[in-house]
């Protein structure tokens, strides 16, 4: 074989290499599961939410207070403000199976659990 031949061939191999990568991009994001929340009097709605294993997940946290609360879960590795009355956004990887508590790090007692199954 020619070096050209070998030189066709690698570049063939990559293309085809991103190609595919690109392509099961495209079907992670066809598969996102959105996870509607809702943080009312210090408690989030639902209390417990459920997801399927191995999908990204879009949080979608509306907060019905007036005062700000600061999402967050140590094994979700999240952390982010939404202001009284805002909504927030919150990309999550795919995950395996298992509950991962959440919280309002600005009243901790304020707790919820996402139950991946």
């Given amino acids: 074989m020619t070096s050209n031949n070998l ?11 991103f190609a595919s990568m690109y392509g099961a991009g495209l079907g992670w ?3 996102r599961t959105t996870i ?7 408690r989030f709605q639902p209390a417990e939410a459920h997801a399927p294993v191995g999908q990204p997940l879009v949080i979608v946290l509306k907060n019905l207070d ?8 140590k094994t979700l590795r999240v952390e982010k403000v939404v202001v009284g009355g805002g909504q927030i956004t919150i990309q999550i990887r ?7 508590r959440f919280f309002d790090d600005f009243h901790e007692e304020t707790q ?6």
């Fill in 29 to 31: 994001a066809q598969q």
């Fill in 112 to 117: 919820g659990f996402l139950v991946v199954e």
């Fill in 94 to 100: 795919p995950l395996a199976a298992g509950r991962y």
């Fill in 66 to 73: 007036p005062t700000p609360a600061e999402f967050e879960s």
């Fill in 7 to 17: 030189t066709m061939r690698g570049i063939a191999g990559a293309m085809f290499g």
């Fill in 36 to 42: 509607p929340l809702t943080l009312k009097d210090h």
